[in-house]
Structure formats: structure tokens, C-alpha cells
């Protein structure tokens, strides 16, 4: 399915923040592709926010092409809007503009979206079909490799503080599957430094890089092909 094997991994991570340089690093380090989700309409360094002890700033849009250079960009909402407290017209707007301001500042065409907060419904999943979004990862996990069948509430196997993820990657590392199964990981990158654990994406990409049957893709290249 994918260049012939039939294993994937793909990464997702949301927001912008500025502690997205430190894991882009890590994951070209390691031969890894990630989507980044982006609110363009709060893109700035004088959006911040604080979890626990840890000032948590977006970036801002200069420089962005250069650090997130081979992997994918995808729709987060303009002004990460919980869309399904809002009405048709302002979620149109959020998801519209974001994709366009994403379009212009990094000259590729926007192909996926993450939800804001996790929170969606038909309502919005039709509107997000409306605008061309193809997929849209919610915060829902499978705990396993399998592949949504709506891509308009995609599943992720997992988000990467999940308890048993490292035994789920032994198990995915050592299967030989005869139907395509995909590791799908999430998360915002301020958390490694929140939780103290940047040691544990680390060690997630240590234990999955370099495997010939792998394909490592960016959520596009593995869910749209």
C-alpha cells in the first residue's frame, strides 16, 4: 500500500508553539514525517498561554516554511474555535481562512485539518467536507493500527503520553501484517516540556526508526496517498 509495505507511521501535532522547533529536530534526526496543525489567525509570539509552570508561546509566521520544511501543514482553525458552539457562516470562516493564510505562507496545498479541542459533530464534519479538507484527526484513539474509516473523524492509535505506546510499538515493530496497519501518534509538543519527558519522543523514534518495511509519511502521504 505504501511503496510496497504494508506498515506505516505518522505523527500529528497541533498549535504552532514555539517548542515545535526542538521536535521538528528530533523527528529529521530520526527519519520521521509529522503534520503540524496551525491557527494562522493567531500565529504570533504575542499569543501565549500557560500550562502548570510553562509559558507556552506560538510562533511567529517568519521562518516557518524553513522549520517545518518536509513535513506537512494542516487547518487548526483560524483562532482555534471550539467549533460546535458556533454557527455555520463563523465555522466556514475558521476553517476557510485558516486554509488560505496556510496556502499563501507556505505554498502547498492544505489537504487535512486537526479539530480544535477534539470537539466536532455532523454539522461540522459537513462543513469541513464543504471546504475541502479531506481528513480531520479528532482526539479519539484506537489503542491499535487501524485505519478510520471516516477520515472526517479520523482516529489516532494513540497520543504519546498513552501508558502502554511503547509496547504498542514493540508489537508494531515486530508484526508482519497482510493488510496495511498504520501507528498513528499525537500530541502538542508543549507537553514534553510540561510533563518533564522529552526523553519519551526520543525514545518513540529510537525504537522506530530505520525499518525497511516502514514507510514514514506525513498523515497526507499515508491516508490520501
Known sequence: MWNGKRK?????YDDGVEMDRRLVEIFNRYGMKATFNLNSGIQTSANSFQ????LIRRMNVEGLPALYAGHEIAVHCLTHANLP???????YNEILQDKANLERIFGQEIKGMAYPYGTFDERV??????CGIHYAR???ETGDFSISENLLALKASAHHNRPDLLEMIDRFVEMEPETPQLL??????YEFEVNRNWDRIEEICRRLAGREDIFYGTNSEVLLG
Open 8 to 12: 506505516a507511521v505518522t505523527f500529528s
Open 51 to 54: 500550562n502548570k509552570d510553562v
Open 85 to 91: 458552539k458556533f454557527d455555520d457562516a463563523t465555522i
Open 125 to 130: 464534519m459537513r462543513i469541513v467536507a464543504d
Open 138 to 140: 479528532t482526539v479519539i
Open 184 to 189: 498513528y501518534i499525537w500530541g502538542h509538543s
